[in-house]
């Protein structure tokens, strides 16, 4: 993949996550905060917890932070899948943020 292509795939992910909050915000009594800097978008929630996913450019990757752990995920053509489990970005996102805001959360590729 060109460094092209990574960035309009992952672009595409971070507004992905945006547009998910801002969803799961106007839908839900979930009070997400979500600031982007960058390549890096950090969840907040109401606990104190964070999901903090960020790009790593030089390896085309993306990257996932939460209390469970850290997760790398890179672009298969298709969809964005951890490097040692295969599983899909936007599940592990969405599991991850379901078990940090104790109530069921869905984030999805847009």
Same mark, same amino acid.
């Given at each position: 993949?060109?460094? *092209?292509?990574?960035?309009?795939?992952?672009?595409?992910? /971070?507004?992905?996550?945006? %547009?998910?909050?801002?969803?799961?915000?106007?839908?839900?009594?979930?009070?997400?905060?979500?600031?982007?800097?960058?390549?890096? *978008?950090?969840?907040?929630?109401?606990?104190?917890?964070? /999901?903090?996913?960020?790009? %790593?450019?030089?390896?085309?990757e993306i990257w996932l932070a939460a209390r469970s752990g850290g997760y790398h995920y890179r672009h298969n053509g298709t969809a964005w899948v951890d490097t040692k489990t295969g599983e899909e970005f936007f599940a592990n996102l969405s599991r991850e943020a379901t078990r940090q805001a104790g109530q069921p959360l869905e984030f999805a590729a847009a």
């Open positions: 993949m060109t460094d *092209i292509e990574y960035m309009d795939h992952a672009e595409a992910a /971070l507004a992905a996550i945006e %547009q998910g909050c801002d969803r799961i915000n106007d839908a839900s009594d979930v009070d997400l905060d979500n600031q982007r800097v960058g390549g890096m *978008i950090t969840i907040s929630f109401v606990n104190g917890s964070q /999901l903090i996913v960020n790009l %790593q450019k030089p390896l085309q």
